[in-house]
């Protein structure tokens, strides 16, 4: 019995240990998947490289086209005017190389501009053409900068009523023919598409592809090469000439966009319409957007415009109400937008417009070109809630402090210009007559092309 009882007793005992065994085996295991594992860690080596960037190509567009000069060739474009062009560069001088126009009676001076790269630093260079005619076909001022090409651009303004002859510029700097197609937004949508071959430029009238539009929008889309897509319009009525235009084209659509130095003039006793409109288009959905009107150099809203947008229905707005003077436009909209505001000015007999698109925000330095005519000034605009400084090389150049949300304005004259912000700041040139003038004209300013970021490169 005593025997037996041992026995039991030992049997107990392997049981007892044989379960503290396998519980220390789960909570070992347990501790061992909760527990980082060891392992081996080696970083991946690099090598940091700079690249080297292209050469800046700059196009001038070259003769001012208009047409109907010859009534038995409504089409035919005629060179009504060679404009005066400007050039700068920082180091050498920029390659210049014609560009051919063999669509318009007359054309030259349309050139491609090349800044070549060197000691692996692109070359700033910068250029800008004017023009005055005065005839009975056309009559007025415009000013435009030498721009990059694009594969994408948009053209928002124009007019095919009767009395204007617009015409879009297609200029291609490459070796290569670009197919380009132009896409018309309007109260119906339709297309065209041109070929342009290498080193070349062609016009196209705005009529021939959007007749019947009150307030067209083209969207240029190449292929094969980039193009330079640019609008020339000339405006007669009641058979007196009242304004030429060399408008540039916009990037893609943008929720928040600010229109910089626009002038507004009150056209006549009465009227309430301040001579400027802006013309408005959301390509893909419809939009509600707000139009905000701030005075030049003040961070107060003046006047406040809600807008609903059909998709790819372009609409304007006019800002009526407003006293003369010189405004900045703020639109700000719950789907990507395009738009443009189209100027007017008059000095006795005289009227002339010009249309100013919106300015993409400089945060980086940037060179500058403004050509012969009246009354050039930079206008800058702070969206930030800190204040912004920059400098402006050049004439009458110095330290300007643009204030948060606020605004500045800086009178230049015809030359070059550097100008480097201590933030993101929207910059535009507007160019106009005196009392006794309507000369109009204004661009924003763009920044050329981003200087290349150095990068890691893995084996």
């Known amino acids: 019995m005593r025997q037996r009882t041992i026995r039991l007793a030992a049997t107990g005992a ?56 010859d009534a038995g060739q409504a089409q035919l474009m005629v060179s009504a005017a060679l404009p005066q062009l400007r ?27 090349t800044g070549v790269v060197a000691d692996r630093k692109a070359q700033p260079i910068a250029a800008s053409e004017s023009v005055r005619i005065d005839a009975e076909d056309a009559r007025g001022f415009a000013a435009a900068p030498c721009r990059e090409a694009a594969m994408s651009t948009w053209l928002v303004g124009g007019d095919v009523s009767t009395g204007a002859g617009d015409v879009i510029v297609l200029s291609n700097p490459g070796d290569v023919p670009a197919n380009v197609d132009l896409l018309i937004y309007g109260e119906s949508r339709a297309a065209s598409n041109v070929v342009i071959p290498p080193k070349s430029q062609r016009g196209v009238p705005l009529a021939s592809i959007a007749a019947g539009e009150r307030s067209p929008v083209v969207q240029v889309v190449a292929s094969g090469a980039p193009v ?80 609903s947008m059909l998709a790819g229905t372009p609409g304007e707005i006019a800002l009526s109400g407003i006293p003369t003077g010189v405004y900045d436009i703020e639109i700000e909209s719950d789907q990507p937008i395009v738009a443009a505001a189209h100027q007017t000015a008059r000095a006795g007999a005289e009227t002339d417009f010009a249309w100013m698109t919106p300015a993409p925000e400089i945060s980086s330095k940037l060179m500058f070109s403004v050509p012969a005519g009246p009354s050039p000034s930079l206008h800058l605009r702070n969206t930030r809630s800190e204040a912004i400084t920059v400098q402006l090389e050049g004439d009458r150049g110095g330290e300007i402090e643009v204030p948060a949300f606020g605004a500045a304005t800086v ?10 912000p201590s933030g993101p700041v929207h910059a535009a040139v507007a160019m106009r007559g005196g009392d006794g003038s309507a000369e109009i004209a204004g661009w924003p300013l763009w920044a050329g092309a981003a200087e290349q970021q150095p990068i890691v490169v893995h084996p």
């Open 14 to 69: 392997r049981i007892a240990t044989g379960a503290v065994v396998a519980a220390a085996c789960v909570l070992g295991v347990v501790s061992a998947v909760a527990a980082p594992l060891p392992g081996i860690t080696r970083e991946a080596r690099g090598t940091t490289v700079t690249p080297i960037p292209g050469d800046t190509v700059l196009i001038c567009n070259g003769s001012y086209r208009v047409l109907g000069r």
């Open 411 to 420: 009178p230049l004259s015809s030359g070059a210009y550097s100008l480097s």
């Open 87 to 113: 050039s700068d560069a920082e180091g050498e001088p920029a390659q210049t190389e014609p560009l051919a126009m063999p669509d318009v009676a007359g054309g030259a001076r349309g050139v491609i501009l």
């Open 228 to 307: 330079r897509a640019t609008l020339q319009s000339t405006l007669i009525r009641t058979l007196d000439a009242v304004g030429i235009d060399m408008q540039d084209g916009v990037g893609g659509a943008q929720h928040d966009l600010q229109i910089v130095g626009v002038r507004a003039q009150t056209l006549s006793e009465g009227d309430d319409a301040a001579g400027v409109v802006v013309r408005m288009l959301s390509p893909e959905q419809d939009a509600e957007a707000t139009v905000r009107v701030r005075a030049s150099e003040s961070t107060a809203v003046l006047e406040e415009y809600p807008v």
